[in-house]
């Protein structure tokens, strides 16, 4: 282990510390990260990211990346995306016009042997819930990652929209079972698969 993911290491620890603490963050499931794996979760709050790393095993933390709005996380004072990058391992994903780079980086992450962490509905959901975009298939199909469906619940009260504190209120993160895209698919059926994936990923998320 080298000195920089010794202190994110470190990092992780004090934060999930202060989120059980001050937030009563609590995990169900297990994350099943046998192989580097995609998981893909519902959007409330700016602190989803802090949420989903606090329920990761420890061991696990450097080994994930996690794509950050341009537009929004990017657009922060720099020394706040230094610290966000740091922690969050984060590279900037464009959500408007042509997102082919951003899925590419991904996928590169992917076949690099990390994690990659996706909130698919591509903006803040504020307690609901509004279906994901197809991306993450086709990261899937292309690299043969596994889904893992991540349910966020309580996010959107800890951290409402607009504030800058996070609140005494209750969050939950629940891993669901992964869910495979068949890779058997002919490539002129791959638009077809692609939704089938999202709707398989969708169900698991809100079972």
Known sequence: M???DGLR???HLALRVYLKIHCGHRVRGIPRLDRPSILVANHASHIDTAAIFAAL???EVSRV???AARDTIYALPRPLVAAIEFLFNTYAFERKGKSTDSLERGAAAIREGSHLILFPEGRRNDG???GFTPGFAKIAYETGAPVVPVRITGAHRALPRGSTYVQHRPMEVTF???VEADRTVPYDR???AYARLVRDAEAALCA
Do not use: D, H, Q
Request: charged letters at 40%.
């Open 190 to 192: 791959r638009r077809e």
């Open 57 to 59: 095993p420890i061991s």
């Open 176 to 178: 669901r079972e992964p």
């Open 9 to 11: 290491k470190m990092a």
């Open 2 to 4: 080298n000195m920089k």
């Open 65 to 67: 990346r996690t794509a």
């Open 128 to 130: 609901g819930f509004l």
